[in-house]
């Protein structure tokens, strides 16, 4: 069952905006037109893939995301759901692969897997585009509160993002570090690594 501050959060980032790096990582894809939507919450990603004219394979990990995915989407057959974490999920061939705000819950034993499987499954000059979590973020602090909404989370550092993309060619690289506040209006330090990437041939 979700907790109410989960609820919140995907009640209040349904339709958030598109990042502009996502906007690069589509402008750069070609091949065929399939996506995937890693850890895709209450999706509104899949929305912006559909409108630039993808098919989308999306899956996260919590129930009752997919579910609310599956009543926004229910009538569009270009969205194919499923319940499965970052190392379960079986990934079709795509053109492009999104992890958004996502990789920060994945679990440490499956970050590794997770790549080898994006790579296997990109085609030829497909695009990587995900965000990381950075140490001074503030869900990186020992401090923070993270039970009610998703429990531990994984940090990584520059270095260990290039290690990880390192049959990638980096198109664009954006190091964020901002305050502002989360889709439920809270206050928090933001520190991102945000990553557009093809794979090399």
């Known amino acids: 069952m979700l907790t109410k ?20 990582a589509i402008s750069i894809s070609s091949g065929c037109s399939i996506a995937i939507d890693c850890g895709c919450g209450a999706g509104a990603n899949i929305g912006h893939l559909i409108s630039a004219g993808f098919e989308v394979c999306a899956f996260d990990v919590q129930k009752e995301a997919v579910s609310l995915c599956d009543e926004r989407y229910a009538s569009n057959s270009l969205v194919s759901l499923s319940v499965s974490s970052f190392g379960s999920y079986v990934y ?33 000059d497909g695009v990587f585009y995900g965000s990381f979590l950075g140490a001074r973020d503030s869900m990186a602090s020992p401090d923070y509160k993270s039970e009610a909404l998703w429990g531990d989370v994984l940090i990584f550092s520059e270095s260990k993002i290039k290690r990880a993309l390192n049959n990638f060619e980096i198109h664009k690289w954006v190091e964020l570090e901002v305050d502002g506040f989360t889709p439920t209006g809270e206050a928090h330090h933001w520190h991102l690594f945000i990553v557009v990437a093809k794979i090399s041939a």
């Open 5 to 24: 501050e989960l609820q919140e959060y995907y009640q209040n980032s349904k339709y958030g905006e598109i990042r502009p790096e996502l906007k690069h």
């Open 92 to 124: 079709p061939k795509a053109s492009l692969i999104v992890a958004d705000a996502s990789l920060f819950f994945c679990p440490a034993g499956e970050f590794d897997q997770f790549m080898e499987k994006v790579q296997k499954s990109l085609q030829p």
